[in-house]
RNA sequence: GCGAAAGUGGCGGAACUGGCAGACGCGCUGGACUUAGGAUCCAGUGGGGAGACCCAUGGGGGUUCGAGUCCCCCCUUUCGCACCA
């Protein structure tokens, strides 16, 4: 940039040199002192932070130094979410080994990190490619399995034909890939689930300890979970057994004028056998089977009828049972009832293979059955002895009913699955199971672990678990019998990985346990949490299950390790999110390189508040170097302000002066700690600098002005040092002061001096400004009205009209209402 | 289709519980200092009107002394889920 501006290469350098050599962000032993757990969701070593990233740890930092200011025992830590799918790819391509890549990109992107001035723990560091990490993956993955939490099961799962791996439901994002957005494919395969859906009630109770999570988060977190509340009632078909459906709609069951089962269910294949047009359902069944493979966009609804019937509990009737490839195996039972007059799908079906729609909910308008159906709810008719109750009643005593005679019950249904975390890659944790031909599947011995990765490995990225073909990984002892055994081969998802790295954090280097139960419950929970909202199903519904798992087993103490979210928006080029292959990615190291960190940082802040998509452009950083030059030129020509002798300072000015520094702090301070929005702060000390300009030349010629000035730069070097901090450490050194000013005390802001002693009340005229009163602060209505109403304007206004009302806010404003 | 969030100058965005709409910054215009300036400083900058004033927060209603803010209807955009029985 230009000679005019400050040098913040050497300020950098030479800051960043002094917080590492005197662990200036580390945490205090002290557990006497209230603790703030500040929180940014690691990144994946890609290679390079981005602006995202650079936002990101911004935000966290000026949240971290501020608390640490104000004298809490500030846990601020970093890591990496070091395992995963592109450093394998990358060993593939370039011919190294994914371990290699990775911690070269942790040496790159840590680098980065310090050059811009991050308040990091980095005693603290942790990588979860450690085998000493990992292990304890392995750790609660054996406990799961151990308390039936971890099974496995073969069946249709879906696989990443790009990645060459399986992805669990929520990684299937609009049917593609979350990584690499690729259509996914259904395979059978069997692999390991954890049961998340054990605890889907609980999740969903629990949002409402999620005090400080945005709206939307807990919404999209609930359609995941997707509770609904029905009940199952059996159908005895004639020759098969009672097939369970399930249904919300238990009221509308006396319309039901046919069943529906998916053809992947598992009384399929039984009901077609021996049917004479056995052959033709098989080729439905395939076909189907096909279709799901391809998982192609909504299929035109299709059914086959069995010529076989069911008969309805309530009416005694046979109805028939289709296999319908509308139907689900996933959710509910996999089998449905059909009541084609309220249900749209159904009504679908029905019109295309011509069978009956009976309308049993009486609607408040009439409605044509043979054009739609009726789907919201009413009064029950023809229902025998439900006939009319209305809808809700009908359900209640309906399920009730069906319990009575044990064919049926209230019943709650989730669409949430249960989470696949097995994936055939390399680089992931091992899962450290053993397949042993006496025992069965039999869990490696707690002492035995980690179950570490071994180090040659044939990368190939062709679809099998490149462990499998490593003999001496894969031949073992069987921890049962003792007996020859063979490992697992697949990896875990490194969604659990992450689940729980917050919980490493305050123990390290623990290695007796996961973490130590005293620093967990010194420091949890974490006070606030800050990322990116891509993560708002995937990583923040997992850490949440795996936190009630850890609570079950005495680890953690809170139901919810992280009460406060707070979901940053995308840094963005052209209006969209920076990326490679758009090719509109601006390079954070060239903007530290131009301008400096805390030019960057300040204008990363500035431009947008948190939760905002923020476009990038390269005049506002100019605008913040701006700013900091500007201060920077205030601070060189007040240092000698700094050895005079202290004054109390009188004049008219420097309390003006002070009044608005009052409340700067006020405001600044406000707005970081309880909104969280750091735009405004930037903004009101920016109006502070030019306030300060503007008034400096006549406080200075007050007695004790030069004091005044001397207070408000103090003030603005400390209200600035989490936004640029490694100017403000310099500032703070060049006018006298020991450093660090990063853990110097946040300045309080004096009530008394902040209160404006004249008010500025606006006059209106039934809602219209027409004028200013100024008179005393806490001025009764009766001398502003009189004031007021001297005023020509408002004189005018009023002229010849009647007064009706006067409506008064103290200091703010009077309406005067007229006819 | 269902669910959620958001619509304010040329741009990013301010406006705490309803109380001067447009803070702050960018950009732009004019000026100063300069051999020069894409540096710095000063002034101006929603629209209309000579002016008193009038009009403006996606559109339309409503509540209120007073609405960007609260209520109802509509439009647009973004995001999430998507045959969930």
Not at 371 to 398: C, H, N, W
Request: net charge negative.
């Amino acid at each position: 940039m230009s000679e005019a501006g400050y040098d913040f290469k050497r300020i950098e350098e030479k800051w960043q040199k002094y917080w590492a050599e005197n662990r200036a962000f580390e945490t205090s032993e002290d557990r006497t002192r209230p603790k703030y757990y500040c929180l940014e969701m690691f990144p994946y070593p890609s290679g390079r932070i981005h602006m995202g990233h650079v936002r990101n740890y911004s935000i966290g930092d000026v949240v971290a130094r501020l608390k640490r200011m104000k004298g809490f025992n500030v846990l601020h830590p970093m890591g990496w979410d070091a395992l995963g799918m592109p450093a394998e790819n990358a060993a593939i391509k370039h011919g190294t080994h994914p371990e290699t890549w990775t911690r070269d990109n942790i040496s790159h992107m840590r680098e980065q990190l310090k050059k811009m001035g991050l308040a990091y723990a980095w005693d603290r560091e942790l990588a979860t490619c450690d085998p000493e990490y990992y292990r304890w993956n392995q750790y609660f993955f054996i406990r799961m399995f151990d308390r039936g939490l971890a099974y496995r099961k073969g069946g249709l799962v879906n696989w990443c034909p790009k990645c060459a791996t399986v992805l669990a439901n929520e990684q299937v994002v609009g049917g593609g890939c979350w990584r690499c957005e690729t259509p996914v494919e259904q395979r059978v395969m069997e692999q390991w689930f954890l049961k998340i859906t054990a605890y889907a009630e609980q999740l969903l109770q629990d949002e409402k300890l999620l005090t400080n999570w945005p709206e939307h988060v807990l919404t999209m977190q609930e359609n995941w979970i997707g509770r609904s509340e029905g009940a199952r009632v059996a159908f005895a078909i004639d020759g098969v057994g009672d097939v369970t459906i399930f249904t919300t709609r238990l009221d509308t069951i006396y319309g039901a004028t046919f069943v529906a089962l998916s053809p992947e269910h598992p009384f399929a294949q039984g009901l077609i056998e021996g049917s004479p047009t056995e052959a033709e359902a098989r080729q439905f069944i395939a076909q189907c089977a096909a279709e799901r493979m391809a998982r192609g966009e909504p299929a035109e609804k299709r059914g086959l009828d069995t010529g076989r019937k069911a008969l309805n509990p309530y009416t005694g009737e046979m109805v028939p049972v289709f296999l319908a490839n509308f139907v689900l195996m996933e959710y509910g039972t996999g089998a449905i009832m059909a009541v084609p007059a309220h249900d749209e799908r159904d009504h679908e079906f029905a019109l295309k293979y011509g069978l009956p729609i009976r309308q049993v909910i009486q609607g408040p308008a009439p409605n044509d059955y043979a054009k739609s159906a009726y789907t919201g709810e009413g009064v029950v008719i023809a229902s025998g002895p439900f006939t009319g109750l209305p809808s809700d009643q009908a359900r209640t005593r309906m399920a009730a009913h069906a319990k009575e005679r044990e064919f049926g019950e209230a019943a709650v249904t989730y669409k949430l699955r249960d989470w696949g975390i097995s994936r055939q890659r390399y680089w992931g944790t091992p899962i450290p199971m053993i397949h042993c031909d006496r025992c069965g599947v039999v869990p490696e011995r707690i002492e035995n672990l980690p179950v570490r990765l071994p180090h040659g490995v044939a990368l190939t990225g062709s679809g099998d678990s490149p462990l499998a073909h490593v003999p001496e990984f894969v031949n073992t002892r069987c921890p049962g019998c003792g007996g020859p055994g063979r490992r697992e081969t697949d990896t875990m998802d490194t969604f659990v990985d992450s689940a729980w790295y917050f919980l490493r954090y305050v123990s390290p280097r623990f290695d007796t346990a996961p973490f130590d139960a005293a620093d967990v419950r010194y420091w949890l929970p974490v006070d606030i949490y800050i990322g990116g909202i891509e993560h708002a199903i995937l990583h923040l519904i997992y850490l949440r299950f795996i936190t009630k798992f850890l609570r079950e087993e005495g680890l953690v103490h809170v139901a919810e390790p992280i009460p406060k979210l707070v979901t940053q928006g995308m840094v963005t080029l052209g209006g969209s999110a920076m990326s490679k292959s758009k090719g509109n990615v601006v390079d954070p190291d060239a903007m530290v390189e131009k301008y400096g960190a805390d030019a960057l940082r300040v204008f990363i802040l500035f431009a947008a508040p948190p939760e905002k998509d923020l476009e990038w452009t390269e005049h506002g950083i100019e605008g913040s170097y701006r700013f900091l030059n500007r201060i920077n030129s205030i601070v060189q020509s007040t240092v000698p302000l700094f050895r005079a002798a202290s004054e109390v300072p009188s004049g008219p000015a420097a309390r003006e002066l002070l009044r608005k520094l009052h409340q700067t702090i006020r405001r600044v301070t406000h707005d970081i700690e309880v909104r969280l929005h750091l735009n405004t702060p930037v903004a009101s000390m920016m109006e502070f600098l030019n306030a300060f300009d503007a008034a400096a030349p006549s406080v200075r010629a007050e007695a004790g002005g030069e004091a005044a000035l001397r207070e408000c730069v103090e003030k603005l070097i400390l209200l600035l040092s989490p936004f640029a901090p490694h100017l403000a450490e310099e500032w703070w050194e060049m006018t006298g002061h020991q450093p660090p000013i990063a853990t110097a005390a946040w300045p309080s802001f004096d009530e008394d001096l902040a209160r404006e002693d004249q008010a500025d009340v606006i006059v209106q005229v039934n809602g219209k400004v027409r004028g200013h009163a100024s008179c005393p602060f806490g001025a009764p209505e009766a001398e502003v009205s009189k004031l007021a109403e001297a005023d020509p304007k408002v004189a005018s206004a009023i002229a010849g009209k009647t007064i009706v009302k006067r409506v008064y806010v103290p200091n703010r404003l009077l309406n005067i209402v007229v006819r």
